[in-house]
């Protein structure tokens, strides 16, 4: 194996480790199949599964994800692709409305184990209607479990643990990540759903960040380090289920919580998490929270107008430096 | 269809007519509450295509979707006490009346958002092809969801991968108050629109179960031999409004007298007796039928709420709902 892997790389690996493991994994989406997928994380699946098990549809995200449904209902586990996680719109109904709730109003006698990744977030200049960080759609609706990992073997071993997922999975795959690269995924490496990480270690400040704003916030962390504040970094890696366990403690040991998402302010992610610390941790607090967040607007298309409304390195050691001095 | 079929689909269709007026009368009494779509006037259709179906097909419906429940092996009395939110009901009484489900016998669920379970049943039908089992997927819907996206896109879907799966259309005429007419830009909403996606599209008698028997088993012999998906529309009417709240009013009279009189339980009655079989035997039929759902709201109605912890379990496959570890 070699000693590194892009991300994009170990997404693909992450399917095949499970379609080799499991002939029920059977994957669908738009040029998914000779074509690789428009982001190639799907590289080398037709090859070596076949046309059947790895199914080119047309452009039709309901049918897609309804598909991918039914399939998943009666005996597969199907993992189908949304190209940008902005047209996850174009099936809202099929997240929103049919399979988080069949469990439920079945009273237990449907179970829908499927995945459904995406390309996520901003960063590449693609516009409004490619670029938006759509995470917190997922989040609003009770039912969906939501994966989105930061590095490449956190890719592979979250697939595992999505596509063995008994219950719906939506996996953020972050655009701005596919060219990063890292140590690959271990033979069998599976990342429990709703297990945090520490990701750095300090006393200071607990920056609690998610998929592209995991780097971002490691960044911010050198760089603050500098300056003699030592921040500690939790990749949360899931938003359901959110390992609150691994926050809460991070804040007992720094008592200043800063939470940084691509989404926008409001009703992002990043609230969810301080509702709970100011509900649970209150005590732990010895300062305010802040949430560094991208900005009320669409997302623009220049370099610049990108950056000033998406969370950046410096946003993050701005909110930081203040915090310490409270 | 043998006679002693014949009897057995009209008894069927007895049990689910009897059904739906219990659940009129529930309504009225208070004990079901929410709202009921209800398909007197359509159990000739659902019916019909169980007769010619397999125990192990897979057959998806819409919120009109009582008949299918009971057409696939769902009792009247898990029924009605869905409706009358027992915790006996069929879905432990988290479904209601909308969704009436029973995946035990491939009943796999009665979707309300129009149109949404085309694509799934398009999805089982891939899933029994992956399998390698000769099962095939049916999928019930209304005129109205013909102009729906989903619809097109399952069909396409369905077409270009030679799914093994059944689109049964039943075309009341109507939607929810709009004649669908009024708003489509063909005659026949469902099989005009086949022969876009290359794929068979026939009109039947929706109210005459061995029209649609007949129809069912021959497009899904079609289908499990590889042949690909079909369309059939369905014609039928309902005998009640959309829902409990519509008295309906909107339909003209004579069109109502003339489809009452084209009534599916009558069809199936008279060609009881035009091949022989006894007036007596088809009336022990018609009271089989109505002592078991007499019993269905007895029992139903002496049946427990469900706990309100209940609220709390089927969210995730460990029957938990926890959303934070
Ligand atoms: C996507 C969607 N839009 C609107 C509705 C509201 N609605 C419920 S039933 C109905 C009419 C559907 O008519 P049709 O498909 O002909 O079925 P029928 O009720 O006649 O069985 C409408 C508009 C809905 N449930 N879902």
């Known amino acids: ?326 | 269809m043998e006679p002693a079929e014949l009897l057995a689909a009209y008894e069927q269709m007895t049990v689910i007519r009897r059904t739906e007026k219990a659940a009129h009368d529930l309504f009225l009494q208070g004990l079901v509450k929410g709202t009921t779509h209800l398909a007197a006037g359509h159990e000739a259709i659902a019916v019909g295509a169980s007769a010619a179906l397999r125990p192990d097909d897979y057959v998806f419906a819409t919120y009109r979707g009582h008949h299918h429940a009971l057409a696939r092996g769902a009792t009247p009395q898990e029924c009605l006490a869905e409706l009358m939110s027992r915790a006996t009901g069929l879905c432990g009484a988290k479904g209601g009346s909308m969704h009436l489900t029973k995946a035990s016998t491939g009943m796999l669920g009665s979707y309300a958002i129009v149109g949404s379970h085309l694509p799934m049943a398009a999805g089982a039908a891939w899933s029994a092809r992956l399998r390698g089992t000769d099962q095939i997927a049916v999928a019930f819907f209304g005129d109205g969801a013909t102009n729906i996206g989903a619809f097109h896109e399952a069909l396409n879907l369905a077409a270009v991968w030679k799914l093994p799966v059944l689109f049964v259309c039943e075309n009341n005429l109507y939607m929810e108050y709009t004649p669908i007419a009024d708003v489509t830009a063909v005659p026949r909403p469902a099989a005009d629109r086949a022969p876009a996606y290359g794929i068979p599209g026939e009109v039947v008698d929706g109210n005459d179960v061995l029209a649609v028997e007949e129809a069912v088993a021959r497009l899904a012999a079609r289908a499990r031999a590889g042949d690909g998906p079909a369309l059939l529309e369905a014609l039928t009417y309902r005998h009640f409004g959309h829902s409990r709240s519509d008295p309906a009013t909107y339909r003209p009279a004579e069109e109502v007298e003339r489809w009452l009189k084209h009534d599916p339980l009558d069809l199936a009655r008279g060609r009881l007796v035009e091949t022989g079989v006894p007036e007596a035997v088809i009336g022990e039929a018609d009271d089989r039928a109505t002592s078991l759902v007499q019993k269905a709201v007895e029992a139903a109605k002496a049946a427990p709420a469900p706990d309100p912890d209940e609220a709390f379990t089927d969210v995730w496959a460990d029957g938990g709902a926890a959303w934070r570890t």
Not at chain 1, 117 to 139: D, V
Not at chain 1, 187 to 195: Q, T
Not at chain 1, 282 to 304: I, K
């Open chain 1, 1 to 326: 194996m070699a000693d590194v892997i892009s991300y994009r790389e170990a997404v693909a690996e992450g399917i095949a480790r499970e379609m080799r493991r499991d002939p029920s994994v059977v994957c669908l989406g738009e040029d998914i199949g000779a074509a690789g997928g428009v982001f190639k994380t799907t590289v080398g699946l037709l090859e070596e599964f076949g046309p059947e098990r790895v199914w080119d549809t047309p452009i039709s995200e309901q049918a897609i994800v309804g598909a991918a449904m039914g399939a998943a209902m009666t005996g597969m586990r199907p993992v189908a692709e949304i190209m940008f996680s902005d047209f996850l719109a174009c099936c809202w109904d099929y997240l929103a409305n049919e399979i988080p709730k069949v469990r439920y109003m079945t009273g237990g006698q449907v179970t829908v184990p499927l995945v459904v990744r995406t390309a996520n977030g901003g960063g590449l200049g693609f516009g409004a209607q490619h670029s938006q960080a759509t995470e917190n759609w997922a989040l609003t609706v009770p039912g969906l479990k939501i994966a989105a990992p930061a590095t490449p073997a956190d890719v592979t071993g979250m697939m595992a643990a999505a596509i063995r997922s008994d219950d719906p999975v939506v996996l953020f795959e972050h655009k701005a990540l596919l060219a990063s690269k890292g140590a690959p995924a271990p033979p069998d490496h599976v990342v429990e759903l709703g297990r945090a990480a520490v990701v750095r270690e300090g006393a200071d400040v607990t920056l609690v960040a998610l998929a592209s704003m995991v780097p971002l916030a490691l960044k911010a962390a050198d760089l603050l380090s500098g300056e003699g504040i030592e921040a500690e970094v939790v990749d949360l890696r899931c938003l359901v289920p959110l390992d609150m366990s691994t926050v809460l403690a991070s804040l007992g040991r720094t008592s200043r919580l800063v939470t940084v998402e691509e989404n926008p302010y409001q009703g992002g992610w990043g609230a969810t998490v301080v509702s709970v610390v100011a509900d649970e941790g209150f005590g732990l607090l010895d300062a305010p929270v802040r949430r560094v967040a991208g900005e009320c607007v669409p997302l623009p298309f220049a370099d610049a107008l990108e950056e000033r409304v998406i969370p950046t390195v410096d946003k993050v050691v701005t909110a930081v430096r203040k915090l310490a001095a409270y």
